[in-house]
């Protein structure tokens, strides 16, 4: 926690408009939100749009709107403002052209006269040298005065080695392989992200930058870059991939990155999607799973971040969804699954469907489980026998064995009560009657009544469909067994 004689911490998300955001990208920014909010921190959002060719219609509202579904909410950003804007990149140009001022004034900036077909000629050059390409051995002697016409590059100082110390990988250092001039401004007038999040990160008072460990070789030219500017670089975070779902690579849209808006389509709940990608690469010490938002607040730290990376494994995912399904009341789990019912339910009253829920909340792994295990109580299902042919038990029984044990199921649930305890009684009772294992006997039943691949409890199913509609679909299930 911070006291009143530290820095206040202040964290970013620094995301590009140039499409969907995925689960990586998520968990760059609930890391730096966590860390923010539990050492009564601001966290800033900011939109990283100076590489106008990939900029995509749409995304950043797209990014910000995932942002608030999640509930990671910002203090300071677009919609919001705050002291240290614009917070718009795009925005920002004049105060990357100040700052630039500052290094050519120095000498340590200077115009980049050289073609394309000149620089492919400096690489050859290199290679037939055997040495590796780099720029700053081919600055040109004389460069023109900068008017914005040509990129304006940084020279990098003398090449040296560089150390610093990441909250998660520890003790890291580089060479003076590792330097070498960059970009700072293009030829569009746009700084590139090696210039302009520094500017930026400076500018709005950043302290802690969290970001992917693709970063770690670019961390060098940062920090010569920081020296020159006269900036204490703030704390320079770097987190493990999350690896695609073999472990053996960065995960990638190949390999299910999908957008976090499809998985909201596809029912996963947001505090889910949080405890999940929270615990990807990061736990507390304990075996414990589930982890409320303010349990992860309270808990979080980057010393607890594992270095290695953290494989994604969506079968896990679907398990923690269900877990936080089971969790909700029924009145917030009512609200929250208003669109996912099936089209048959749409006369049904709010009462019939609180009631169904009831009986489904617990066999739910997304909210877009709904339709498959409630569509039978609000319309009549086609029968489907290769459900019984592709069951394991029931496929070993013939015809008749199958008719004789449905006819008996309608004899004695016609003189049952009805009620889920009376029903099970009935069940029972059919059980020692019939000699049948419960497997074999119950899930002939549930099929017959529902043709559906699950379903709640077959006594609070029998009492929820009502005894008529129980006894009209075991005589269609015979019928079909009779033909």
Not at 331 to 360: C, G, H, N, Y
């Amino acid at each position: 926690m911070t006291d009143s004689n530290q820095t206040p911490i202040r964290t970013r998300f620094a995301p590009s408009p140039t499409g969907y955001i995925h689960v990586g990208n998520v968990r760059a920014a609930l890391f730096p939100w966590l860390f923010a909010r539990g050492n009564n921190g601001k966290f800033i959002v900011r939109i990283e749009d100076t590489d106008q060719a990939r900029y995509v219609e749409g995304a950043q509202d797209l990014i910000l709107d995932t942002l608030k579904w999640l509930g990671i909410n910002w203090d300071e950003g677009p919609q919001i403002g705050g002291e240290y804007g614009p917070y718009i990149q795009s925005q920002r140009v004049d105060h990357y052209k100040q700052w630039a001022q500052k290094l050519i004034d120095k000498g340590l900036a200077y115009a980049d006269p050289y073609t394309p077909e000149q620089v492919d000629a400096f690489r050859a050059e290199s290679k037939a040298a055997k040495q590796p390409f780099l720029f700053r051995n081919f600055r040109p002697e004389n460069p023109p005065v900068w008017d914005g016409s040509m990129p304006l590059r940084f020279k990098v100082g003398e090449p040296k080695r560089y150390t610093w110390h990441d909250p998660v990988m520890g003790e890291l250092s580089a060479g003076p392989e590792a330097l070498d001039d960059f970009i700072l401004i293009k030829s569009d007038g746009m700084p590139t992200y090696n210039f302009a999040h520094i500017v930026d990160d400076q500018d709005m008072e950043i302290t802690h930058v969290v970001r992917g460990l693709e970063y770690i070789p670019s961390i060098p030219k940062y920090l010569s870059l920081y020296e020159a500017l006269e900036i204490t670089p703030p704390v320079l975070v770097c987190l493990p991939h999350i690896m695609a779902p073999d472990g053996k690579k960065k995960l990638g849209k190949r390999d299910g990155a999908k957008s976090v808006t499809e998985y909201k389509n596809e029912g996963i709940l947001p505090e889910a999607m949080l405890n999940f990608l929270a615990s990807m690469g990061w736990n507390d010490g304990t075996e414990q799973e589930l982890f409320t938002v303010q349990e992860l607040i309270d808990k979080f730290s980057f010393d607890r971040v594992q270095k290695s990376g953290a494989r994604f494994d969506e079968t896990r995912l679907l398990w923690m969804n269900g877990q936080w399904i089971r969790r909700l009341d029924l009145d917030d789990l009512m609200a929250r699954v208003d669109s996912f019912w099936p089209e048959s339910a749409e006369q049904a009253s709010d009462d019939e469907k609180r009631q169904i829920l009831t009986l489904v909340q617990d066999r739910l792994k997304t909210l877009a489980d709904l339709p498959m295990l409630t569509d039978y109580f609000f319309s009549e299902p086609n029968v489907d026998l290769s459900m019984i042919s592709g069951n394991k038990q029931l496929s070993k029984l013939d015809r008749a064995e199958i008719v004789n044990l449905l006819t008996a199921a309608k004899t004695a649930l016609s003189c049952s009560a009805f009620d889920p305890s009376s029903l099970q009684a009935t069940l029972n009772q059919l059980l020692e009657s019939t000699g049948q294992k419960p497997g074999i006997l119950f899930s002939l039943i549930r099929l017959a009544v529902s043709w559906a691949p699950f379903s709640p409890a077959l006594n609070d199913t029998l009492s929820t469909l009502g005894q008529e509609v129980v006894a009209r679909r075991l005589q269609v299930a015979l019928d079909a067994f009779a033909e």
